[in-house]
């Protein structure tokens, strides 16, 4: 394994392999860590980002500050990880939410569905008997 980060002027290169990483993991660390370093992207390959770190303290360690970007890195890709598994989970959790707060949406969103079920249901009757009535051929 790599323990050393590429390094140029007071700059630090971290590369981010996008088949590993999300791409909105990687905007997302670099924009947590602006407080930090001055954050540069650049694409290197088809699969891969390069992120060059400038430390806005003039003595901080270029090697420790890239390990750091990668610890949030990981941070926030498992965060988007995590957050795409429990995404209809939570759209539940709040729908009861508001379900509860105010019941009058309940009864609305059940009229709504059925109007949904019934037009399905119309369009399906109409493609099957539209398929029923095909063409006579002519003698």
Known sequence: MKSK?????DWVKVSVDLKVYPLQA???SGYAFMDRAHV???QEKKDTVSVWLKPKEVKKDLQALALEYSDE???YAHYFTSLKANAENMKLLLQ?????????????????????????LE???????SKSKSPKAEK
């Open 26 to 28: 990687v905007h997302s």
């Open 5 to 9: 980060f590429e390094t140029a002027e």
């Open 96 to 120: 009861r939410a508001l379900f509860s707060a105010a019941p009058s949406i309940v009864k609305e969103a059940e009229e709504k569905e059925i109007e949904n079920l019934i037009k399905e």
């Open 73 to 75: 890195l990981l941070n």
């Open 123 to 129: 369009a399906e009757e109409k493609q099957s008997s």
């Open 40 to 42: 540069r992207l650049e």
